[in-house]
C-alpha cells in the first residue's frame, strides 16, 4: 500500500530524543536505564496506552506496549534499548555528552544515534499509524535495558512470552539509511589461567600463566587466519574476527614476582555459515594444547553466545522497509549488514523472530565522542516507520 504515509509529529520525535539523551542512562554501576523508562513508559501512557514495566534487575526495566489495530491481521514489533555505553573522557568531547544540544541541524550528545533518536522515532511513528486510523493486526513497541551488556532485557523479553505471535522485527539501531538484513554474530570467552607463583629471578621455579597466555594469542591469531581463508569477507559483514580484548595478570604485588593467575577474554565476531559449537570445540582443544607444553591450567568459559541473524530480502518485513524507504526518500535503499551485534540476534536466538535493522544515525558513529544524530535522519526514519508499518501490516492481512 505504497502511497504516502502517517503524519508523524517530528517536533515530538525531536524532543523526545533530547530529553532521553539528557538523562545518562549508562550502562554501567549507579546509572542505569530506570530514568528513561520512567519517561519513555509516561509519553506511552500520554497516548493511551498501557505499557507493561517489566523489571529485569533492579532499577533495569523494559517497558512494552501493544497497540491493537482493530482488525485482524499480523503483529510487527519495532524495538529500541534505553542504555548508552559510557561517554568516556569528558574533555574529549566539544559538546556536554548529555546536554542534547541541537546545532547546526545536529543533535548532540550520548545516545543520540545509539539509539535514543530511534526509540523516539518508532514511539512517534507507530502513533501517527494509531492516529491514522484502524489498521489490520498489532504493533508492539519494545523499549529494552541492558543491550550494551549482556542483553538481559531482550532475553527477558522472549523468556516472558512478550514476542509470542509476532510476525517481524524491525530493530531501530542507527544504520546510515541502510536496510540491514544480516548481522554478525559475537561470541564472549573468557580464559582464566592457573599456573604457580614463583621469583621472578627464578622462573624455572614457577609457571607462568603470561606466558601460557600469550601462547594463546598467537595461537588465536592462526586460527582467525584459519578462520578468514575458509569462509572468505562476507558480501555485507566483511570478515570474522578472534579478538583477545582483555587481559589480566592477577594482581602482581610486585615487578619480581611471576603471578599464579591470569585471565584473558576474547570476542569473537561470525558471519553466517559459521558453526558457532565447532569453533568453541576448536578453542578447548588449543587450550588443551597450550595448557600440556606449558603446565599451566587453561579454563573456558562462554560468557554469551549470540549467533549471526540472517533475514531473507524477500521477507515482508524487509520488503516493507524497502518499500518505504523509497516511498519516502526517493532512493532505493542498500541493502547493507550490522558490523556489530544488536538484540536482534536475541529475538532471533532465543524466539526464533525474523529481524532487519533499520534507523537513524551514522553507521559508524557509535560509542564515539561527540556522538550526533542528524534531525533529518529522525524526522526520515520516522516517516519510513509509520509506512513500513502500514506496509507490512495491510501486505500481510492480503489489504
Not at 619480581?256 to 576474547?266: H, Q, T
Not at 573456558?300 to 540472517?310: F, S, Y
Amino acid at each position: 500500500m505504497i502511497g504516502g504515509g502517517p503524519a508523524v509529529d517530528h517536533s515530538a520525535v525531536i524532543e523526545l530524543t533530547r530529553r532521553l539523551v539528557r538523562i545518562p542512562s549508562v550502562n554501567r554501576d549507579g546509572e542505569r536505564e530506570a530514568g528513561a523508562a520512567v519517561l519513555v513508559a509516561g509519553v506511552m501512557r500520554g497516548f493511551g496506552w498501557d505499557p507493561v514495566i517489566d523489571e529485569v534487575a533492579p532499577g533495569r526495566p523494559n517497558v512494552i506496549a501493544r497497540v491493537e489495530g482493530g482488525r485482524p491481521g499480523p503483529t510487527l514489533m519495532f524495538e529500541g534499548h534505553t542504555d548508552v555505553v559510557t561517554e568516556g573522557d569528558r574533555s574529549a568531547w566539544s559538546v556536554d555528552p548529555f546536554g542534547g544540544e541541537v546545532i547546526d541541524g545536529r543533535l548532540h550528545g550520548r545516545g543520540s544515534a545509539d539509539m535514543k533518536g530511534g526509540v523516539a522515532a518508532m514511539i512517534h511513528a507507530v502513533r501517527a499509524v494509531e492516529l491514522a486510523g484502524p489498521f489490520p493486526g498489532a504493533i508492539v513497541v519494545a523499549v529494552l535495558c541492558d543491550e550494551e551488556g549482556m542483553m538481559s532485557g531482550a532475553k527477558a523479553f522472549v523468556a516472558s512470552g512478550h514476542g509470542d505471535g509476532v510476525d517481524g522485527v524491525i530493530v531501530c539501531e542507527p544504520e546510515g539509511g541502510e536496510v540491514c538484513t544480516t548481522q554478525k554474530g559475537a561470541i564472549r570467552l573468557r580464559v582464566d589461567a592457573q599456573g604457580k607463583m614463583a621469583h621472578g629471578a627464578m622462573p624455572h621455579e614457577g609457571r607462568s600463566p603470561i606466558a601460557a597466555l600469550a601462547l594463546v594469542v598467537a595461537v588465536l591469531g592462526d586460527f582467525e587466519a584459519e578462520l578468514q581463508e575458509e569462509h572468505g569477507e562476507h558480501p555485507h559483514l566483511g570478515l570474522p574476527y578472534v579478538t583477545p580484548s582483555v587481559f589480566s595478570a592477577g594482581s602482581m604485588p610486585q615487578l619480581n614476582v611471576i603471578p599464579r593467575d591470569g585471565v584473558l577474554a576474547i570476542d569473537v565476531r561470525t558471519v553466517p555459515g559459521l558453526d558457532h559449537s565447532a569453533l568453541i570445540d576448536r578453542v578447548h582443544a588449543e587450550l588443551a594444547t597450550v595448557s600440556s607444553s606449558t603446565g599451566v591450567d587453561l579454563t573456558l568459559t562462554v560468557i554469551d553466545d549470540r549467533p549471526p541473524t540472517e533475514t531473507a530480502r524477500d521477507h515482508p518485513v524487509v520488503q516493507a522497509l524497502v518499500a518505504a524507504h523509497r516511498e519516502i526518500t526517493g532512493d532505493e535503499p542498500t541493502i547493507g549488514g550490522v558490523p556489530g551485534t544488536t538484540d536482534g540476534t536475541i529475538l532471533r536466538r532465543d524466539g526464533g523472530l525474523d529481524v532487519v535493522v533499520y534507523g537513524p544515525g551514522g553507521k559508524w558513529i557509535a560509542h564515539q565522542a561527540d556522538e550526533f544524530v542528524e534531525l533529518d535522519d529522525l524526522r526520515t526514519s520516522a516517516d519510513v516507520y509509520a509506512l513500513a508499518a502500514l506496509e507490512f501490516l495491510n501486505s500481510a492481512a492480503g489489504e
